[in-house]
């Protein structure tokens, strides 16, 4: 019962004195609102990224060349991705579908209308890999790949870059010097990052190797595993059966990179994440800034009521008594303030837009910012009701 008495006291206390009240909470208010905002803004890019990543594809992995750091006498073939190793990809277990890829950028034509794109050099699935749907018309099928066909299959900017209004099927093309005729459009995804997966060309990679680039040489080659958990395993697998194609003793470093969706999404999450905690690192002195004015406007009201305290302890009010009442009443503001805290901050994260992204909320972010901010009331409160607490009680009622 003393306990809801000495809440009833507190907060008779704040209202009897509502502007300086307000203020104090303002501090708490804009503390907890800017953690709240930092911190969603730093999840929302992570959600964005994230995504952005998933929407090329799921369970991907792709191999890269490098120059080794090897005797070129003791290497029995160039360090160059082939075909051949990509065929040998699709025999390693846990390998879903693989795709050769031969890359390059060229300048498209169709009558007066030019433009400049990224022309890439596939397998049909390819599409599958990256998640890829075909709008309208056809993709290139294994026929059209094994007779070096010039046939292509363009992004919708492209399309529209290139042909305005007017449907591309069936229309050719100049990719440099050469036509290809258009079989399908396809499905928009957006632009994400430097990446516009909207304005490319895709031609079949025998083609683009032969013909276009004269390339001996692929640019990459794509793949994708049977689940997510395998990544890790088909990684190694992928390794030891490349460095045995291409002839790698033990010491040679590996002349081809592996990298998978899997490191991709762990690097993300551990930059971002880094980010989130920056972000809420700067809210958080704005909370310290807080917790110093409700630490100031303590000490003024133990001073104002300096008799008031001489009275209780002159009619028995024990030392844990005042205290309590005092820290109470820091909590109190501390608490208020981190409700309307909580309230702007999640108001304000869904009005924020940084980019593509906006501020995402979790459930856990408004609970740790009341959280911190109890902990501020308690901790910045101390000293106050402890100085209250240890008032004499012969000099409090002496005070004027």
């Known amino acids: 019962m003393l306990f809801w008495t000495t809440i009833k006291l507190a907060l008779r206390s704040l209202v009897g004195n509502k502007l300086r009240s307000a203020l104090t909470m303002l501090g708490m208010i804009i503390g907890v609102a800017a953690v709240i905002a930092m911190l969603a803004l730093g999840n929302g890019a992570r959600k964005q990224i994230l995504s952005d990543v998933s929407r090329n594809g799921h369970n991907t992995l792709t191999i890269f060349a490098h120059q080794p750091h090897v005797n070129p006498v003791l290497m029995g073939t160039p360090s160059g991705l082939t075909v051949g190793d990509a065929d040998a990809c699709l025999k390693v277990p846990g390998v879903k579908l693989v795709s050769p890829v031969s890359a390059g950028f060229k300048h498209l034509q169709w009558g007066t209308h030019v433009d400049n794109c990224n022309v890439i050099g596939i397998?049909?699935?390819?599409?599958?890999?990256?998640?890829?749907?075909?709008?309208?018309g056809r993709m290139f099928n294994g026929m059209d790949t094994r007779r070096l066909a010039a046939v292509a299959v363009i992004g919708p900017e492209t399309a529209t870059r290139l042909f305005g209004a007017i449907n591309p099927i069936g229309h050719r093309i100049e990719v440099g010097t050469m036509p290809f005729r258009i079989l399908g459009v396809l499905v928009a995804k957006g632009r994400h990052g430097w990446y516009d997966p909207d304005n490319q060309i895709l031609i079949p990679y025998t083609t683009a190797m032969t013909d276009l680039f004269a390339a001996s040489y692929l640019s990459h080659i794509d793949l994708q595993a049977d689940h997510e958990k395998d990544l890790q395993p088909v990684q190694t697998r992928l390794t030891r059966m490349m460095r045995i194609r291409h002839r790698l003793i033990y010491g040679d470093r590996n002349d081809f990179w592996i990298g998978s969706q899997l490191q991709i999404i762990r690097t993300v999450s551990r930059v971002t994440g880094i980010f989130t905690l920056f972000l809420g690192c700067i809210g958080g002195i704005s909370?310290?800034?807080?917790?110093?004015?409700?630490?100031?406007i303590m000490l003024v009201t133990v001073t104002e009521r300096t008799r008031e305290i001489g009275i209780r302890k002159a009619i028995g009010a024990r030392r844990r008594d005042i205290l309590r009442q005092f820290l109470i009443e820091s909590v109190l503001?501390?608490?208020l303030g981190g409700f309307g805290g909580a309230a702007l901050g999640i108001w304000a994260s869904s009005m924020v837009h940084l980019g593509h992204f906006t501020g995402a909320v979790t459930p856990s972010m408004p609970i740790f910012a009341l959280?911190?901010?109890?902990?501020?009331?308690?901790?910045?409160?101390?000293?106050?009701?402890?100085?209250?607490?240890?008032?004499?009680p012969i000099e409090a009622l002496r005070y004027e």
Do not use: Q
């Open 123 to 136: 397998a049909s699935t390819w599409l599958k890999i990256h998640d890829f749907r075909v709008k309208s």
């Open 287 to 296: 909370l310290l800034v807080g917790g110093i004015g409700i630490m100031n």
């Open 333 to 335: 503001i501390s608490m």
């Open 371 to 392: 959280s911190i901010s109890v902990g501020i009331g308690v901790f910045f409160g101390y000293y106050p009701a402890r100085r209250a607490a240890g008032l004499n």
